[in-house]
């Protein structure tokens, strides 16, 4: 069983920047991919971004393209997440998953392994 242990959130101003990780324990070669999702009280939770754990092979949200980027070291197994020019509405718990399947509509429920989700808090 793959456990994923989210890190790297904090309060940074408009226009900066913060990296988290996902730390997965386990047997990450039994998944294809891992996934970053972010959620905001009474909202559901979003995709964001995804990248497959041997290929490298990415996909982003629109709203994360052109300023997030997701990388992984599979030696770590762990994922990243860059995140650039962030903005207020970026602010949110993010969270990062593991998945077997890998298509242009990477909803939660494709998702399992959840972390405990790391917030976001970015300050206008």
């Known amino acids: 069983q793959v456990q994923s242990v989210e890190s790297g959130g904090g309060l940074v101003q408009a226009g900066g920047s913060l990296r988290l990780s996902c730390a997965a324990s386990g047997r990450t070669v039994n998944y294809y991919a891992m996934g970053w999702f972010r959620q905001v009280p009474g909202k559901e939770r979003e995709f964001v971004a995804a990248i497959t754990w041997r290929d490298g092979i990415t996909y982003y949200a629109e709203s994360a393209k052109g300023r997030f980027t997701i990388s992984r070291d599979n030696a770590k197994n762990t994922g990243y997440l860059q995140m650039n020019s962030l903005k207020p509405e970026d602010t949110a718990v993010y969270f990062c998953?593991?998945?077997?399947?890998?298509?242009?509509?990477?909803?939660?429920?494709?998702?399992?392994?959840w972390g405990q989700g790391t917030q976001v808090t970015v300050s206008s």
């Open positions: 998953a593991q998945t077997n399947t890998w298509s242009r509509n990477l909803r939660p429920s494709l998702f399992d392994s």
